[in-house]
Nanobody, 116 residues
Framework: QVQVVQSGGGLVQPGGSLTLNCAAS????????VDWHRQAPGKERELAAT???????YYRDDVKGRFTVSRDDAKNTAALQMDNLRPEDTVVYYC??????????WGQGVQVTVSS
């Protein structure tokens, strides 16, 4: 059973940066697609960014150029680097590992708050 543990959320001022980390155990993160979803209270969850197994990436338009996804196979981790943060980035972020043959595994979610 794959377990996913997230870290790195917190409070940051507008224009600041945060890095969210996603550590996998019980499986190789390189065999999963890593999605970073986010959800604001009362709103639907949305996909913010993806790191595909082949290393290709996807970003939704409003984070493009500000967020960067990465994966460290040696550490079995993934990361979401968030720069130039805006108040509207204040949401809970989830790291989700997808593999059609194995299943989906969720991190616990971390709160990011962008406020002065």
């Amino acid at each position: 059973q794959v377990q996913v543990v997230q870290s790195g959320g917190g409070l940051v001022q507008p224009g600041g940066s945060l890095t969210l980390n996603c550590a996998a155990s019980g499986g190789k993160i390189s065999t999963y697609r890593v999605d970073w979803h986010r959800q604001a209270p009362g709103k639907e969850r949305e996909l913010a960014a993806t790191f595909q197994r082949d290393g290709s990436t996807y970003y939704r338009d409003d984070v493009k150029g500000r967020f960067t996804v990465s994966r460290d196979d040696a550490k079995n981790t993934a990361a979401l680097q968030m720069d130039n943060l805006r108040p509207e980035d204040t949401v809970v972020y989830y790291c989700i590992l997808y593999n059609s043959g194995v299943g989906n595994f969720w991190g616990q979610g971390v709160q990011v708050t962008v406020s002065s």
